[in-house]
C-alpha cells in the first residue's frame, strides 16, 4: 500500500506530493543510492517549500510521504532540506552565506557533538577571504562519505559554538572514519565520525545564531514528520489482505489509528503555528518538544502493535518489513526519550512560576 500521507482532510493540493510518491517509486525500483534521492528537490520543488514560508503542512506531508515508502530516502532529504532551509535564514536575515556551491550539491547537516571529540573553528588566514579551518573530528555525521557538502557546527571559543559550511572530500582535509557503522536499521546512512584537517569553511550566522534561530525548531519538528511517516508505512502492514481480524486484531488496527490520528492532528496544528508566526523563541522550543514527544511516543506504539498484531512472521520473512521497523527504531532515537520529556517539564514549570501559575504563558490545563 503506498500514496501520500496527509495531515488534513482539508483539501490542499496532492499533485505535487503524489508526483513525489510516485517518482521514489521508481528511484527504488532503480535501486539508486540514497544521495540520489536529493535530486527530487530539484526536479519537484513545490513538494518541498520552505518552513514557515505559508506552505509548512505540504513541506511536512512530503517528508512524510516518502517516509512512508521509504525511511532511507526521507532520512536523506531531511537533512538536505534542513541546510537548504538554514541558508535561507540565513539570507533573509541579512548573513553573508557561501555562494560557490554548484547547483546539484547534496548536504547535510552536523552539529551532534560526543565524549572525547571537538571540532574547532580557526581563523588562521589560510584560506580564502571570509572562510576558517576546521580542526578535530565531529561525530554522528550521515553519509558524510557521499555527500558534497554540509552546514557543521564547530567551536569558535572555549564556550561558544558557530555554524559552518564546508565542502566535503579529502581534497579539502576531510577524512570519514570507516567500518564504524554497525547498525540493522538505516544501514545505507553510515553516521560515523569525521576527521577535518584545516578544512576551509565559511561562517553561517554569527556566533549561537544556528541553536537561537526559530528554524531550529521547526527543523525538529519536520524530523517528527519523517518519524509519523516511517510509522505510517510500518502500520500499513496491518492493512494487507489476509484472514478475517478477529477482535484482538481489531483492537490492534483501533489502537493505531488513533494514535497516528493523534500524532497527525498535532503536526497539522504545529505547522499552522509556524505559519502564522505562533512558533518563534521559547514559544516555538516548548512546541518542538511537545510534538517530537507526541509524535515519537505514536510511532513507538505502532511498531510495539503491528508486532503483537502479526507475530514474528514479517519480522522473519518480509525482508521491506523487517527494513521499515529496524530503520523506524533507529531513527526514534533521535528523540532523547525520558531527557526530552525531563526537558519538557522543566519548561512547562518555569513557565507556570514565570507567569504566577495560570496565566496565558502557563500549560493549557
Known amino acids: 500500500m503506498t500514496g501520500a500521507v496527509r495531515l488534513t482532510d482539508v483539501a490542499t493540493p496532492a499533485s505535487e506530493v503524489e508526483a513525489l510518491v510516485e517518482a521514489l517509486l521508481h528511484r527504488r525500483r532503480d535501486g539508486r543510492d540514497p544521495v540520489a534521492t536529493t535530486h527530487l528537490v530539484r526536479a519537484l520543488p513545490d513538494a518541498f517549500p520552505l518552513p514557515g514560508s505559508g506552505s509548512t503542512r505540504m513541506l511536512w506531508e512530503s517528508l512524510a510521504s516518502v517516509a512512508a515508502v521509504d525511511l532511507t530516502a526521507a532520512r536523506t532529504l531531511e537533512p538536505h532540506l534542513d541546510a537548504l532551509a538554514i541558508l535561507a535564514e540565513a539570507r533573509s536575515g541579512g548573513h553573508a552565506v557561501p555562494s560557490a556551491v554548484p547547483d546539484d550539491a547534496s548536504w547535510g ?16 588566514r589560510g584560506g580564502a577571504v571570509g572562510t576558517v579551518r576546521l580542526h578535530g573530528t565531529k561525530p554522528w555525521c550521515s553519509l558524510a562519505g557521499s555527500l558534497s557538502h554540509a552546514l557543521v557546527t564547530a567551536w569558535d571559543s572555549d564556550t561558544t559554538r558557530r555554524l559552518y559550511a564546508v565542502r566535503l572530500g579529502s581534497s579539502n582535509g576531510v577524512t570519514v572514519q570507516t567500518s564504524t557503522w554497525f547498525a540493522r536499521g538505516l544501514t545505507a546512512v553510515p553516521s560515523g565520525p569525521v576527521d577535518f584537517d584545516g578544512a576551509e569553511a565559511f561562517p553561517v550566522g554569527p556566533t549561537g545564531w544556528y541553536l537561537e534561530r526559530p528554524g531550529f525548531a521547526w527543523g525538529g519538528m519536520g524530523v517528527a514528520a519523517v518519524w509519523y511517516g516511517g510509522a505510517v508505512g510500518v502500520a500499513r502492514r496491518l492493512l494487507r489482505r489476509g484472514r478475517e481480524p478477529d477482535q484482538i486484531a481489531q483492537m490492534h488496527v483501533g489502537a ?3 494514535g497516528l490520528w493523534a500524532a497527525r492532528a498535532c503536526l497539522d496544528d504545529a505547522a499552522a503555528r509556524v ?7 521559547d514559544d516555538g522550543g516548548l512546541l518542538a518538544l511537545r510534538v517530537r514527544h507526541v509524535v515519537a511516543r505514536a510511532a513507538e506504539s505502532v511498531v510495539e502493535r503491528v508486532g503483537h498484531a502479526t507475530g514474528p512472521a514479517p519480522l522473519a520473512l518480509d525482508d521491506d518489513h523487517a527494513a521499515r521497523v529496524a530503520d523506524l527504531q533507529l531513527y526514534l532515537r533521535q528523540e532523547h526519550a525520558e531527557r526530552d520529556e525531563a526537558a519538557l517539564g522543566r519548561q512547562v514549570l518555569d513557565r507556570h512560576v514565570l507567569d ?3 496565566g496565558t504563558d502557563g500549560p493549557p490545563w
Do not use: Q
Not at 557533538?113 to 580557526?122: D, N, Q, S, T
Open 109 to 124: 547537516v552536523f552539529a551532534a557533538e560526543g565524549p572525547g571529540v571537538r571540532l574547532e573553528a580557526h581563523d588562521d
Open 256 to 258: 493505531v489509528d488513533a
Open 275 to 281: 505559519d502564522d508566526g505562533r512558533a518563534t523563541g
Open 356 to 358: 504566577g501559575g495560570g
